[in-house]
């Protein structure tokens, strides 16, 4: 099986310069630099190439939305505020190989005409934060990086930002204002970032796994990367696999790999011996799965026709025995604590939904409670800036249009039927 | 005012200034190195960080509240942060703060007496794959179970 990124991440070496180069990196760099600009970016689009951070946006196509005049300086910024529940894949590429996400910056901001790079990485990842710092010491001093990149009039400066604790950051505007030092608020969109973005100037961003894959893409061409994923989503992805399985960790396979061997194969299966109860498959906002609908590609398409989505790869195994209120309780007190309360709706809303799911499953509901909840995700999506609302919405409607008996008897019987924990 | 940085944090403040096209990008950063340098975010500190960047002290506060890791009361010696988000809490973490809270003698957002130990509860820290995790100050802990976590505690002493 043929891998973009992983290959080497078995050698605690890799994430050193001299090791990566030894290796075969630097490579793309040195070729990407003797290419025509708008060919690298040809090749980008042909790769099929789709943003990895949980919208799937076609990389090449949202780098087609720069202005065409270069007056204005342009931005690159690497979305490393990775903190959508289930995801943890970006920390992997960060520690095992910084370099692939270096050499994808370096290319790509030659190939967007960029000179300024800031790489936004969550505040808790601080020891993260640390391995990429040395990685861009070290490229820096190898001449990949700095003033006149490998010999060509090439500049780039690359400087790593650390958030402070917002998951609202992850989305890019929002990101982007606290890169500037402001509350990390969403912003209206238009204008979007490529035209008026980092201070205020053409500004793209994309994800750690997004920026890793142009080393290979530059090195083996687009259509090499198109053809290992399916038709519209190229590649291979990071499948990340949490909960109760015996092999839990990240899995690089090609896009397209069904869920179930995910689940079953790489991932091992359950822990002693436990059924499948449901699948969250892209990371906690997206749709709850049952285990019946697990005969699934794992990209963006095969998962929008059963009305969820792939997101950013964060597969979190439930097994049989939990309680679904509780999960969702669980995570509709993530959405209340994340909101970053701009939007009403989406203040008021996630709150509400929190407090009548605690009350749900604590035996306090009233009857009606569960109209209530799906009344209130009514009014929240597509009713705000950012996506936040609707990224709760998702899975407290799937909860309950998937596993409506569980909120029932909980209303029934005044209290939960598994015991009130995990 | 008597809240400045120590020469060494002057020196790479500066250096991190020359990073960003204005002064407001530098407010994350050197919240950052304030916290670093004086335990926790008091109004004073604020103060101070407004001043070295030439901003109001309800605008740097403004900011600074907006983000969990700023830390406006001071926290212990060792800032225990466990993880209660969904992939954690299937594999025990809602055991496991109790376990810890039981330990030390306090509850979720609470110090131990002696100053050592702040218990806070945190949203995901993206490493549900080794559930459950806590972060001690920078330092994640992971694949935990009690056992693991009294070894822990008991090494931090």
Known sequence: MELVLTTHFGNERYRFAETYEQLGGYGALRKALSMPKEEIVAEVRKANLRGRGGAGFPAGVKWGFLPKDLSRPRILVINADEGEPGTFKDRLIMTRGPHLLIEGIAITCYALEAHTCYVYIRGEFVREAEIVQEAIDEATAKGYLGKGILGTGFDLEVTVHLGAGAYICGEETSLINSLEGKRGWPRVKPPFPASVGAFGLPTIVNNVETIADIPWIVTHGGEKFASLGVEKDGGTRLICVSGPVKKPGVYELPVGTSLRSIIYEHAGGLRDGKALKAVIPGGSSTPVLRADEIDVGFDIESMQKIGTMAGSGGVIVIPEGTCMVRALSVLMNFYAHESCGQCTPCREGCGWLAKVLHRIENGQGRNGDVELILEVCDNMLGRTICPLADAAVMPAQSFIWKFREEFDGHLREKKCPYGNRF | ?157
């Not at chain 2, 509860?121 to 994640?140: H, I, K």
């Open chain 2, 1 to 157: 005012m008597s809240l400045a940085f120590s020469e060494d944090t002057r020196a790479r403040h500066e250096r991190m200034l020359a990073r960003y096209p204005n002064r407001e990008a530098a407010i994350l950063p050197t919240l950052h190195l304030a916290q670093r340098e004086f335990g926790h975010l008091s109004a004073e500190a604020i103060a101070y960080v407004a001043s070295l960047l030439g901003f109001t002290p309800a605008r740097v506060e403004g900011v600074a509240t907006f983000y969990t890791m700023y830390n406006r009361k001071p926290v212990g010696k060792y800032h225990l942060q466990v993880c209660r988000n969904l992939s954690c809490s299937l594999m025990g973490a809602e055991h496991l703060i109790e376990h810890v809270a039981g330990r030390l003698g306090v509850r979720p957002g609470e110090t131990t007496a002696d100053g050592k130990f702040t218990l806070s509860t945190v949203e995901c820290l993206g490493s549900c794959g080794t559930a459950p995790v806590m972060q001690v100050n920078d330092d994640y802990y992971e694949d935990l179970s009690e056992d693991k976590v009294d070894a822990i505690l008991d090494g931090l002493r």
